[in-house]
């Protein structure tokens, strides 16, 4: 027995968000594209132009003109399309750039449609998922700068004791799964007492870093290697080893990890953990800034992970010898917890 039709209140509510995914996913394409930066750099100018600026095959930037201008990402003036404020808001470099819920919005619907056709054969991929989308991983990295970046520099640095201990004895900090390097470029600035490694398991990551570091001259006391956790080997013991939105990737090897965190950290070190806090309450899900982190709880589950508690975190490092401290931060949606070496 079929029953009754959704309400018109719930259409018109799923219809709104539908076409904001795919606002989103039109400022995804124009950025991945170039299409924006090109827009931003040319200030005016028609689809040709464009296609031409971006390198970019001109059949498909007249289509993602249209779509753009239908999402009040462009207008159109005399002598070709400009960007509006929306489409400006789009750009990295834009302050509280909306960049992030574009990429967001793409990976979500990439790691969805895996998750789905994993969901009766139980299979885990693990992180290669995130590189199956060539467009996707150059992204990750700024996408994780600009969602978490202000949030470091802002909020946690100056509450965490930890920094400003390591710095004051001209510490050597260590970032496991480090993505462009982000977290490392923030601490250098912050503390120019700091030398600083950053190790991933990506080349993408790495290039980025690299790059940034010297366009920022801070090459000399920031660099990168590529490796993990379980086969690098630290030229000195370290101040501090992070490991930010990483831990749950390597959880299922938590006794070896917290093992190898122990010996790499020098006395009076720490090692520092940046996690989303997973709730004790599954009620508090369906707050409204805790919803993506349901979901994305099934995203981990696709890359053979899950979202962690703080507590979980403090009973490991209890365990391998290193005694923990916890910081709650954004209303207990996010923690950091310290473990230091006695």
């Known amino acids: 027995m079929e029953g009754a039709p959704a309400s018109l209140g719930l259409r018109e509510t799923i219809m709104k968000d539908m076409q904001g995914a795919v606002r989103l996913a039109t400022a995804y394409v124009g950025l991945s594209g170039g299409l924006l930066q090109a827009m931003a750099a040319l200030g005016r100018a028609d689809a040709g132009a464009v296609a031409k600026a971006a390198g970019a095959d001109e059949g498909y930037v007249v289509r993602w003109c249209d779509a753009a ?58 992180e290669s998922v995130l590189a199956e989308r060539a467009t996707i991983l150059p992204w990750f990295g700024p996408m994780l700068e600009a969602q978490f970046g202000p949030v470091f520099e802002k909020t946690i640095m100056p509450a965490v004791p930890v920094y400003e201990r390591a710095a004051g004895r001209g510490g050597f900090v260590i970032d496991l799964g480090c993505g462009n390097g982000w977290y490392l470029m923030r601490l250098a600035r ?69 093992r190898i965190l122990h010996d790499h950290v020098k006395p009076g070190g720490a090692a520092v953990i940046w996690e989303p806090h997973w709730p004790a309450d599954r009620a508090a899900l369906r707050e409204p800034g805790r919803r993506m982190v349901a979901f994305q709880n099934l995203t981990e589950h696709v890359q053979g992970n899950h979202f962690l508690s703080p507590s979980e975190i403090a009973e490991a490092f209890r365990g391998a010898g290193l005694v923990p401290e916890v910081y709650d931060f954004l209303e207990g949606r996010e923690a950091v917890v310290v473990g230091t070496r006695p």
């Open 69 to 126: 201008y239908a999402f009040g990402i462009l207008d159109e003036e005399p002598g070709g399309f400009v960007l509006t404020e929306l489409g400006r808001a789009f750009l990295p470099e834009a302050p509280g750039t909306l960049m992030p819920f574009a990429v967001q919005e793409v990976l979500t619907a990439h790691i969805a449609e895996r998750a789905a056709g994993l969901m009766k054969t139980g299979e885990r991929p693990g």
């Open 190 to 258: 912050a503390y120019p007492g700091l030398r600083c490694l950053g190790i991933d398991g990506f080349d993408e990551n790495i290039r980025q870093g690299q790059a940034r570091a010297e366009a920022a001259g801070l090459a000399d006391r920031v660099r990168f290697a590529k490796g993990d956790i379980y086969g690098f080997e630290s030229p000195e013991p370290a101040d501090i080893i992070a490991l930010n939105r990483a831990l749950h990737h390597v959880w299922d090897e938590k006794d070896t990890v917290f």
